[in-house]
């Protein structure tokens, strides 16, 4: 096929140093200092609960994060220490992005479009529902990864503005990875747009000066 659907391979990322999570009782009462800095800087937001949906809403913040993280805590097994350490990343997850993408890689290296792009889905929605107190880092590898993977099955498939949403979102996520400025040139080359097509790719030269997926995609241009 004419896309390059697995990018280099990053593998798995070594999980985050654990350690040891203390429970010394309760912790030391605030100082008079520490009161008055959080009284100087206390603002009161009004709140309500929606009885229909059971969500947190104020007219004055928008509290979808809020929100998440609170379901997010109330899923926790009971035996869990609350709130749970942010170092310990259980590796469940990791797994199934893993064993999602690769299958997804395996399906589009058989022809089987529909099929790759189902499963990087997959792979992205597992990833992007990864607890807000873990290590966003993690999840922003993954999910340039699998979405530089889709943007390329979209490409092979001519879904191309579904290929540039993609690979913009992966350019979001990792600036300085040339696979998303590559993805990006080729959706837009497709769409009929070369000027913004070539700027995509001298923006991928500045991050990775030898990229010879950038080079040839620029003289392509010049055909």
């Known amino acids: 096929m004419g896309a390059d659907c697995c990018g280099p391979d990053h593998g798995h990322a070594p999980p985050p140093q654990q350690h040891a999570h203390e429970h010394g009782g309760a912790p030391p009462a605030p100082t008079e200092e520490q009161l008055a800095f959080a009284d100087a800087g206390f603002?009161?937001?009004?709140?309500?609960?929606?009885a229909a949906s059971n969500q947190l809403v104020s007219p004055t913040h928008d509290l979808t994060v809020l929100n998440a993280l609170i379901r997010s805590l109330a899923?926790?097994?009971?035996?869990?220490?609350?709130?749970?350490?942010?170092?310990?990343?259980?590796?469940?997850?990791?797994?199934?992005?893993?064993?999602?993408?690769?299958?997804?890689?395996?399906?589009?290296?058989?022809?089987?479009?529909?099929?790759?792009?189902?499963?990087f889905t997959l792979a992205i929605d597992v990833a992007a529902s990864r607890p807000l107190w873990e290590n966003n880092a993690i999840a922003r590898d993954e999910l340039a990864l699998c979405l530089a993977n889709r943007a390329a099955a979209f490409l092979e498939a001519h879904a191309f503005l579904e290929a540039l949403?993609?690979?913009?979102?992966?350019?979001?996520?990792?600036?300085?990875?040339?696979?998303?400025?590559?993805?990006k040139g080729k959706a837009l080359h497709k769409l009929g747009r070369r000027e913004e097509a070539k700027e995509a790719f001298e923006l991928g030269l500045?991050?990775?000066?030898e990229s010879t997926d950038l080079k040839a995609a620029i003289s392509e241009l010049a055909l």
Do not use: T, Y
Not at 166 to 183: I, M, N
Not at 206 to 209: A, E, M, N
């Open 206 to 209: 500045c991050f990775d000066p």
């Open 43 to 50: 603002k009161s937001v009004p709140l309500a609960l929606d």
């Open 75 to 119: 899923s926790l097994p009971p035996q869990l220490a609350f709130p749970p350490p942010p170092n310990v990343v259980p590796p469940q997850r990791s797994m199934a992005v893993a064993k999602a993408k690769e299958d997804g890689v395996a399906a589009f290296a058989a022809g089987n479009l529909s099929e790759a792009i189902r499963l």
């Open 165 to 183: 949403a993609d690979a913009e979102a992966v350019v979001q996520l990792k600036k300085p990875w040339s696979k998303g400025h590559f993805r």
